[in-house]
Nanobody, 120 residues
Framework: QVQLVESGGGLVQPGGSLRLSCRAS????????MGWYRQASGKERELVAR???????NYADSVKGRFTISRDNAGNTVYLQMNSLKPEDTAVYYC??????????????WGQGTLVTVSS
């Protein structure tokens, strides 16, 4: 029903930039919220940035001013521009989408994750 395909992870030096992309393929549903989470080794998964159902954006305090979430006009592809990267940004980044289905409760879907490593 829903596939989320991420790309753009990799190795970058501290202070560098990366851009992540997530393309959603949705069958018989509509995306109501979409964004990015991350999970560092030994830590819980946490919100990075997200478009809410109402279209506003939420950012983790740790990335405000450095990361920017955006999306295409159709709303099926989201991007995460990450600037001024720090070693503590190292994590697997997961795309996340909440999808509404007709006459069914909404469901949450996750991508397979893309590794971002910030290291010199």
């Amino acid at each position: 029903q829903v596939q989320l395909v991420e790309s753009g992870g990799g190795l970058v030096q501290p202070g560098g930039s990366l851009r992540l992309s997530c393309r959603a393929s949705v069958s018989r549903g509509s995306i109501n919220a979409m964004g990015w989470y991350r999970q560092a080794s030994g830590k819980e998964r946490e919100l990075v940035a997200r478009f809410t159902r109402g279209g506003s954006t939420n950012y983790a305090d740790s990335v405000k001013g450095r990361f920017t979430i955006s999306r295409d006009n159709a709303g099926n592809t989201v991007y995460l521009q990450m600037n001024s990267l720090k070693p503590e940004d190292t994590a697997v980044y997961y795309c996340n989408a909440d999808v509404d289905f007709h006459l069914l409760p909404p469901k949450t879907f996750w991508g397979q994750g893309t590794l971002v490593t910030v290291s010199s």
